[in-house]
């Protein structure tokens, strides 16, 4: 592999871009009230890997659930109003969700912990999702009633076709 030699003005020109480039971030960063806009901050801390890939896992997810959504709006042949509502109804049932994230977390973990132990403990794994079952079932009641109140906001005709999908959905998981 060749290695290129930069000259020293050219090394200047870079590291004079770099101060420059980390000035502008720190600048957008204190306007938006962004935590990096601390002056007491010296090094810029690299997020975990675990932190990486549930960031890009939740982005995965948002765009997958905005993917669906466009395929439902499309197949339903929904008006601009039921595609705000329905909107709405996503929306108010995230902040309902988001009541239950600690919880989901420290169960994540502790599930972690179990998965990962040396000897595996069945037992155990049940109590934990016993201890568990009222955060499951309020999500559960979030997701139906979600649903519900989307199934509610279609005409017949959209109803109809809702529930051929559905169908064919059950069917394809059968099938698999």
Do not use: C
């Amino acid at each position: 592999m060749k290695l290129i030699s930069l000259t020293k003005n050219t090394k200047l020109a870079l590291f004079t871009l770099t101060l420059i480039s980390a000035s502008a971030l720190l600048s957008i960063a204190k306007a938006n009230n962004h935590p990096l806009s601390n002056n007491s901050v010296t090094t810029i801390a690299q997020p975990s890997n675990t932190m990486r890939h549930q960031h890009k896992h939740r982005g995965m997810h948002e765009k997958m659930m905005h993917k669906k959504f466009r395929h439902m709006a499309k197949m339903l042949s929904l008006t601009s109003e039921q595609k705000g509502q329905i909107k709405q109804i996503f929306i108010e049932a995230k902040t309902q969700r988001a009541t239950y994230q600690p919880t989901m977390k420290a169960f994540h973990q502790a599930m972690q912990v179990l998965l990962t132990a040396p000897a595996f403990d069945e037992q155990a794994i049940l109590d934990l999702k016993v201890n568990y079952k009222t955060t499951f079932d309020q999500l559960a009641l979030i997701k139906a009633k979600t649903r519900y109140d989307i199934f509610a906001l279609l005409t017949p005709e959209q109803k109809d076709k809702w529930l051929a999908m559905q169908e064919k959905m059950q069917a394809h998981k059968q099938s698999h």
